[in-house]
């Protein structure tokens, strides 16, 4: 079988591309139904973009490389599009979109594109051998248990990165990249929660509260939630992808208010209560319960000095933590790393050394915060390609 375009992957990226890459566009993909990560995504929902979109809330070797694509097809595009099909949405904080009613309106709406663009869908075919005579590239597949090759003029990757690979989630798209000599980045966990490797926040399990976590230089404002292995909630996943195997992360467990102001304030004021009540008022309960030891948290608030005061608050703005991993490709939102772009056109997402060959989506090395910054990138990076291999 001879087709124009052959994408692999029909995920966020491979299905926005096949929507614009005009006719003639096979979609393959080995799952049983397209578009499973959009499903899940979001608590069900799918955040779908975020208002605030910018080059900035994205993790790169060369953090100029995704400006093009998000410059070419915006947040405000794809919020146009959900319009046109009358999905009804809603932002929930911090810019972030979400379907009024279901992921699925958005998995809906990209097949309802491209049928429209006339692109043909595979499910559950399974991909073989993928060879390139210079001019066309072949692709062995088996699908219902036979054989079938397709040659096509050009080859998009939307194959995904490693998280969840009970989703289906392969390195495939990091093969391909390295077959044909593109480097690739090496891939790890993002957005992921860290583990630590005693059970000390065991007995915190559940807890959540609001902190600023830095890794890397990079902090983040929003929850931290305490789990039976370490550390987990969207402040904790924002840093993951800046944190390292080995290095620290400092938890700021009072971001918003002038602590040291406050205790002193109360000091005056509530003298007589002990100091575990008074820190209980800004903190949960059973966190001050569990730093207690570590802090030595005794007496009424009157006891203590300023200088005691300053320490105290020290150790809480600035409470650093070595977290021995985290849980891995088993339950990380995305990848971080993948194929290099320095390999690539920012403009069109083509190899730069092997003409027709397109890598888009999360299979490249970039990564988008928290927020629904991945699927504009891949709605971004899908769409790129799709124009230019449309005009080509
Ligand atoms: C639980 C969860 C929730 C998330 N929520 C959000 C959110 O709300 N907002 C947001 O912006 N991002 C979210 N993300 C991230 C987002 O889902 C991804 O960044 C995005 O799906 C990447 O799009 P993609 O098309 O590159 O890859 P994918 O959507 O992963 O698609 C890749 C496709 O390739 C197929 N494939 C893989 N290997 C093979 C192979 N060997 N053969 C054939 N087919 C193959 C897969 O089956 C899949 O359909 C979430 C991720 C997870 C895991």
Redesign the pocket.
């Known amino acids: 079988m001879k087709v124009e375009t052959l994408i692999?992957?029909?995920?966020?990226?491979?299905?926005?591309c096949a929507a614009h890459a005009g006719p003639g566009a096979l979609i393959?993909?080995?799952?049983k139904a397209?578009?499973?990560?959009?499903r899940?995504?979001?608590?069900g929902?799918?955040?779908?973009?975020?208002l605030h979109t910018s080059p900035a809330n994205f993790i790169s070797q060369n953090r100029h490389f995704c400006k093009s694509a998000l410059g070419r097809y915006t947040q405000w595009d794809f919020i146009d599009l959900v319009e046109q099909h009358g999905i009804p949405w809603h932002e929930k904080t911090l810019g972030?979109l979400?379907c009024d009613t279901t992921?699925r309106d958005i998995i809906t709406m990209l097949q309802a594109e491209m049928d429209k663009a006339g692109a043909q869908l595979w499910l559950q075919?399974?991909?073989g051998e993928i060879s390139h005579d210079g001019s066309n590239f072949r692709v062995m597949f088996s699908r219902d248990g036979r054989a079938t090759t397709v040659t096509a003029r050009n080859l998009v990757v939307?194959?995904?990165?490693k998280?969840?690979p009970k989703?289906?989630?392969?390195?495939?798209?990091y093969q391909i990249a390295q077959q044909f000599g593109l480097p690739v980045i090496t891939p790890r966990p993002g957005?992921v929660p860290l583990t630590f490797s005693d059970d000390r926040f065991k007995p915190l399990a559940g807890v959540a509260t609001s902190a600023r976590v830095t890794a890397n230089g990079t902090s983040f404002d929003e929850a931290i939630l305490f789990t039976h292995r370490g550390l987990s909630g969207p402040a904790v996943l924002q840093a993951s992808s800046y944190w390292h195997e080995g290095e620290t992360i400092s938890v700021n467990l009072s971001p918003k208010m002038n602590l040291l102001g406050t205790l002193q304030r109360q000091r005056q004021a509530d003298g007589r209560k002990a100091l575990t009540t008074v820190l209980g008022q800004h903190l949960p309960t059973r966190l001050v319960d569990h730093l207690g030891d570590e802090l030595d948290l005794q007496g009424n608030i009157a006891d203590q000095s300023d200088l005691r005061l300053q320490t105290l608050c020290d150790a809480l703005e600035n409470w650093t933590l070595t977290p021995g991993g985290s849980e891995g490709y088993r339950?990380?939102?995305?990848t971080l790393g993948g194929v290099d772009t320095d390999a690539l056109s920012s403009k069109t997402m083509g190899a730069k050394s092997v003409r027709g060959l397109y890598f888009?989506?999360?299979?490249v090395d970039v990564?988008?915060w928290?927020?629904?910054?991945?699927?504009?990138?891949?709605w971004s990076?899908?769409w790129a390609a799709g124009r230019e291999i449309a005009k080509s």
């Open positions: 692999i992957g029909a995920g966020a990226a491979g299905m926005m393959v993909d080995h799952a397209p578009g499973e990560k959009i899940i995504s979001g608590g929902r799918c955040n779908f973009t975020n972030q979400f992921a075919t399974d991909v939307a194959s995904g990165g998280s969840i989703m289906g989630a392969t390195g495939l798209g957005l339950t990380a939102e995305v888009i989506g999360e299979c990564t988008g928290l927020g629904g910054y991945n699927f504009q990138w891949a990076s899908g």
